[in-house]
């Protein structure tokens, strides 16, 4: 096989790899471990919709992180996983208990209702995070069937609002969920990050704290594409696979998912990555909180900062850098750094923020 160095290639570069942005950790390339995993596993035939090696070897190392019993299924995308996942935790006529925010309500589209076949049961919450009395507004009515019936409390690690759940926190909502014969599946999209503002291992807050069943992100922390569905409890959830294919998230050239997957945790590169996103956040945020008329809405935990300034204000810095507005009617944004942010992205964002609220 040619050395991939030496293949020329008639694609050509459509972008300016230099300009930085604060839209979305998406927005970021692959991490170079990861693409050189990608060629590692390439050349040679495998046997195709995960009967091949990595995907095998892809259960030992999850098991590293989330217990003997987790197994693995790689996924193409994020909402594919939740879905997914949902799937396998609910009956027909079943429901998911879930905050307000949570990317599964307010960013997919109404897939896990129209492509799951699943009912959203949603609490408002301030930060993003629910806990045993907020679930109990949802959790009733059981055996009337006039209601959808609450099967699933699906919590996200960290939220979509950048804050992060302890692990007691968890752990009382586990018990508090199992106690009343619900199932609990997390959101792992930015499980990393949680796992490095806590401190701790994945597996303090998912398998030991009692979660059933994982949604595990990995385009965020630096991969080209993929996520996975983690089973921590198998007694609990059946026909995965039958669900993946059902659900259009069946790779055939899996390998090339499982093998990002590997290079992300047989070692520490989620945890690099995850701790470096951080970091970036927090300079982010000491920056600009000292910055008149600029307010930091929520504790800087992961790897989000979310800020409220003029309106006009951010207009004129979203011609400088990329960020979303999060409610644009009040003037709130959405920063975000990723594994490839660096300190001079930020220093120079600072800059352009006190530059334009000084106009």
Same mark, same amino acid.
């Given at each position: 096989?040619?050395?991939? $160095?030496?293949?020329?290639?008639?694609?050509?570069?459509?972008?300016?790899?230099?300009?930085?942005?604060?839209?979305?950790?998406?927005?970021?390339? =692959?991490?170079?471990?990861?693409?050189?995993?990608?060629?590692?596993?390439?050349?040679?035939?495998?046997?195709?919709?995960? @009967? %091949?090696?990595?995907?095998?070897?892809? $259960?030992?190392?999850?098991?590293?992180?989330?217990?003997?019993?987790?197994?693995?299924?790689?996924?193409?995308? #994020?909402?594919?996983?939740?879905?997914?996942?949902?799937?396998?935790?609910?009956?027909?006529?079943?429901?998911?208990?879930?905050?307000?925010?949570?990317?599964?309500?307010? %960013?997919?589209? #109404?897939?896990?209702?129209?492509?799951?076949? &699943?009912? &959203?049961?949603?609490?408002?919450?301030?930060?993003?995070?629910?806990?045993?009395?907020?679930?109990?507004? $949802?959790?009733? #009515?059981?055996?009337?069937?006039?209601?959808? /019936?609450?099967?699933?409390?699906?919590?996200?690690?960290?939220?979509?609002?950048?804050?992060?759940?302890?692990?007691?926190?968890?752990?009382?909502?586990? %018990?508090?969920?199992?106690?009343?014969?619900?199932?609990?599946?997390?959101? #792992?999209?930015?499980?990393?990050?949680?796992?490095?503002?806590?401190?701790?291992?994945?597996?303090?807050?998912?398998?030991?704290?009692?979660?059933?069943?994982?949604?595990?992100?990995?385009?965020?922390?630096?991969?080209?594409?993929?996520?996975?569905?983690?089973?921590?409890?198998?007694?609990?959830?059946?026909?995965? +696979?039958?669900?993946?294919?059902?659900?259009?998230? &069946?790779?055939?050239? /899996?390998?090339?998912?499982?093998? $990002?997957?590997?290079?992300?945790?047989?070692?520490?590169?989620? &945890?690099?990555?995850?701790?470096?996103?951080?970091?970036?956040?927090?300079?982010?945020?000491?920056?600009?909180?000292?910055?008149?008329?600029?307010?930091?809405?929520?504790?800087?935990?992961?790897?989000?900062?979310?800020?409220?300034?003029?309106?006009?204000?951010?207009?004129?810095?979203? +011609?400088?850098?990329?960020?979303?507005?999060?409610?644009?009617?009040?003037?709130?944004?959405?920063? /975000?750094?990723?594994?490839? =942010?660096? @300190?001079?992205?930020?220093?120079?964002?600072?800059?352009?923020?006190? @530059?334009?609220?000084?106009?």
């Amino acid at each position: 096989m040619a050395d991939p $160095q030496a293949v020329r290639t008639d694609a050509r570069r459509h972008h300016d790899p230099e300009v930085r942005g604060f839209a979305s950790d998406n927005y970021a390339g =692959t991490h170079p471990e990861i693409l050189a995993a990608l060629a590692l596993a390439d050349g040679g035939h495998q046997v195709s919709y995960g @009967e %091949d090696d990595y995907t095998a070897h892809l $259960q030992f190392v999850m098991r590293s992180h989330f217990g003997p019993h987790a197994q693995a299924f790689p996924v193409f995308n #994020g909402t594919g996983s939740n879905v997914v996942a949902l799937q396998a935790l609910t009956d027909r006529w079943g429901a998911v208990i879930c905050a307000e925010s949570a990317h599964i309500n307010v %960013d997919e589209c #109404g897939a896990p209702e129209r492509v799951g076949g &699943l009912k &959203l049961l949603t609490v408002p919450t301030g930060d993003g995070k629910l806990t045993p009395e907020l679930i109990d507004r $949802q959790a009733w #009515g059981w055996g009337d069937e006039h209601r959808a /019936m609450p099967q699933v409390v699906s919590i996200a690690q960290n939220t979509e609002l950048g804050t992060v759940y302890t692990v007691d926190e968890i752990r009382a909502i586990c %018990d508090h969920a199992h106690e009343r014969g619900m199932k609990v599946h997390l959101d #792992g999209a930015r499980i990393a990050n949680a796992a490095a503002s806590l401190d701790v291992p994945m597996r303090a807050f998912t398998n030991a704290a009692g979660i059933d069943i994982l949604s595990f992100g990995g385009t965020k922390n630096g991969m080209l594409f993929g996520e996975a569905v983690v089973v921590l409890d198998p007694d609990a959830v059946g026909a995965m +696979k039958h669900l993946r294919k059902l659900s259009m998230q &069946l790779a055939s050239k /899996m390998r090339f998912i499982s093998v $990002q997957l590997e290079a992300l945790l047989a070692r520490d590169l989620w &945890l690099r990555n995850a701790r470096h996103a951080n970091t970036m956040a927090q300079r982010l945020a000491d920056g600009v909180r000292a910055v008149d008329g600029v307010e930091i809405l929520h504790p800087v935990q992961a790897n989000a900062v979310f800020a409220r300034l003029p309106h006009e204000v951010s207009e004129r810095l979203q +011609k400088r850098y990329r960020f979303y507005f999060w409610d644009e009617a009040a003037g709130d944004v959405r920063w /975000m750094c990723s594994f490839d =942010t660096t @300190e001079e992205d930020v220093d120079g964002f600072i800059t352009a923020v006190k @530059e334009e609220m000084g106009r």
